[in-house]
């Protein structure tokens, strides 16, 4: 992988984070009904995105693979809501149906990515 990529993978997800604290409404609606206290996850998923991405920003080669370590098991965390939107699609209209889909592969690229920027030379 290329060495932007990997460089951006941090500020990515230090802002992703940010967002939930920002929009949290957003975050919400896609949240299963199954779950509870969707504001609380919501808020705790975004902590876990910003610290992850601040770990990777780490010099610390180390911190940057427990960070990549701590983002892949968000990533899996947070599946369920992008699952959860795939299959209910009334819910999400202004969103194509294959773009739904499409979401969920997009998971393991991401996987892909934080553990590649956990491994870049400084």
Do not use: C
């Amino acid at each position: 992988m290329p060495r932007l990529p990997r460089r951006a993978a941090g500020p990515t997800f230090v802002a992703a984070g940010l967002l939930h604290f920002v929009a949290p409404k957003t975050y919400e609606s896609i949240m299963p009904d199954y779950l509870p206290a969707h504001r609380e996850l919501v808020y705790a998923s975004g902590v876990a995105e910003a610290a992850g991405g601040a770990g990777l920003l780490s010099s610390n080669p180390t911190v940057r693979k427990w960070a990549a370590y701590w983002l892949v098991a968000t990533l899996v965390a947070v599946f369920p809501a992008n699952l959860h939107m795939a299959l209910n699609p009334d819910r999400y209209r202004q969103i194509p149906k294959p773009a739904l889909w499409g979401r969920l592969p997009l998971q393991l690229l991401f996987i892909r990515w934080v553990l590649a920027a956990a491994k870049r030379a400084d």
